[in-house]
């Protein structure tokens, strides 16, 4: 089997156990690791990694990743210790504590930028690139797993580069991927994707065999997260969303197979994908991030004929269903670095229709994605930024009320602003449906609390908004002390409801 894996000959001599390729690593390093929403991440050395410190060894990094990873990387960890700094998203619920408590230092950054700061060496240097794989070609070329992320950057920039070959990966992964990395400015070009289905690089990451310092072999699976059930509110929202897309085919605004989808990280988001089985679109495409189990359920279904992403992150269903189909999935999808799936350039030539979720929404169109409060940091901004700032339609979803209707998800003003109204064209909530376009501020207003707001608010945020108006600017009315009084209220109550 590791003639498969490992096809390169004088690299059979670096292959170690987790532990011994743990002692490669040293306090104050920064390391670069693989990982996508999490799949494709690297496993064995970290436990081994998080060991040493809980033995008693000192030792502190800066952990950059594509994305969320499993337990095994920031689980074991921010447990141990290990991590002091983190960069640029993650979803576990250990490292989110300590970031929320200033013992891990994050700064929460759009994905399309990430992998630029390791080329440009704006994170300092990467003293080691951890990556999982699936092989390691004839030249030293490490062929990815199930994401791609940011381990071409990583490889690249690093003074060392240690591998997991993990086993457990079917080898029909091999060819999924498209490796292409820009040149630095000044002497940077055009990316030549002019459609989703275009590969323009190689099947492999280019790696200096020299590098490469440690091999592991390991089966450790990808510790995958459960999607939700799609609920009738989620239902509605893609049923929302189908009609407004079927609309803009009739106003001549769009083609009948639509353009480019992309859509986030989540239940919500899957929902959203899956509703568009049942409709009457075909021969789509999809230029995104993550490809979730709806996309396997389109595909089936005959509905896309691309998948371009830089992960596949399915549920533990879904990946089963992923594997056992490998040869039939790779036929449609196609996985890239970070840089490329989220690339502002590509998103605007292509004219993604970019779909994500909010946390919360403002009367005026202003999203927050990221921080409950304005102040405690739940997962990040992740790629949303990058698609929603030059897409060709960008749509937010959300469910119009949390913790069983006692908080309204449609406020006066967000707590944190993520997307600001300039990039929010269209809101959608399980109430109905608000398109913001050549809209002025105080007719955003009305649209998103007639449409999207949960009856129980409605009142509330119209009257809010009447009294707004009365002030001496009419243009973006505010008042300012209520509109921080309206989250404040639910810090003493508990409850945004009327008393």
């Known amino acids: 089997m590791l003639e498969r894996r490992i096809r390169r000959e004088d690299l059979k001599s670096k292959i170690m156990s987790a532990q011994e390729a743990a002692m490669f690593f040293k306090d104050g390093m920064t390391v670069a690791t693989s990982g996508f929403t999490p799949a494709g991440y690297p496993k064995a050395v970290p436990s081994a990694l998080a060991k040493r410190s809980e033995e008693g060894e000192k030792i502190g990094i800066t952990l950059i990743t594509g994305a969320s990873v499993g337990d095994e990387l920031d689980g074991a960890l921010t447990r141990s210790g290990v991590i002091q700094r983190r960069f640029p998203y993650q979803t576990h619920k250990d490292i989110r504590n300590s970031i929320n408590e200033g013992s891990i230092l994050y700064q929460d950054m759009h994905l399309s930028h990430v992998p630029q700061y390791i080329d440009y060496g704006f994170f300092g240097e990467i003293d080691i690139a951890l990556v999982e794989a699936l092989a390691i070609t004839e030249d030293g070329g490490i062929i990815p797993t199930m994401s791609v992320g940011l381990s071409p950057h990583a490889i690249k920039n690093a003074k060392k580069v240690i591998v997991e070959i993990n086993t457990s990966q079917p080898m029909e992964l091999e060819g999924v991927h498209d490796i292409y990395i820009p040149n630095k400015p000044p002497h940077r070009k055009p990316i030549p994707i002019v459609h989703p289905g275009d590969r323009i690089g190689t099947h492999y990451i280019p790696c200096d065999p020299e590098k490469i310092q440690a091999i592991v072999i390991t089966d450790i699976k990808d510790k995958v997260r459960p999607l939700g059930s799609i609920d009738e509110d989620s239902q509605k929202i893609s ?225 809010y908004l009447k009294r707004a108006e009365n002030g001496k ?25 009327m008393r």
């Open 473 to 497: 600017a009419k243009h973006e009315p505010h008042l300012l002390d209520e509109a921080l009084s309206f989250h404040h209220r639910f810090l003493k109550t508990g409850s945004m409801k």
């Open 239 to 463: 049923g929302y969303i189908i009609d407004f897309l079927e609309h803009e085919v009739k106003m001549n605004r769009m083609p009948k197979n639509l353009l480019p989808l992309q859509s986030g990280v989540g239940s919500v988001a899957n929902a959203v994908l899956g509703g568009i089985v049942d409709s009457k679109f075909e021969n789509l495409t999809c230029y995104t991030e993550v490809i979730q189990d709806s996309m396997f359920d389109l595909i089936d279904a005959g509905k896309v004929t691309v998948a371009s992403g830089t992960s596949f992150t399915p549920s533990e269903e879904g990946l089963k269903r992923l594997i056992k189909n490998m040869k039939h999935y790779a036929k449609h999808c196609i996985l890239r670095p970070m840089e490329i799936s989220n690339n502002p350039e590509v998103a605007r030539r292509l004219g993604v229709i970019a779909m994500n979720t909010a946390i919360e929404v403002d009367i005026y169109g202003h999203v927050n994605s990221t921080n409950i409060m304005g102040s405690r940091m739940m997962n990040g901004i992740g790629g949303s930024g990058d698609f929603t700032r030059n897409a060709y339609l960008s749509i937010f979803t959300t469910v119009s009320t949390a913790k069983n209707g006692d908080i309204s998800s449609i406020v006066p003003m967000v707590s944190h602003v993520d997307h600001t109204e300039h990039d929010v064209e269209v809101i959608v909530t399980e109430q109905g449906i608000a398109d913001l376009r050549g809209t002025s501020p105080v007719e955003r207003a009305k649209k998103i609390i007639k449409n999207c707001a949960h009856p129980n608010y409605k009142d509330t945020l119209m009257d």
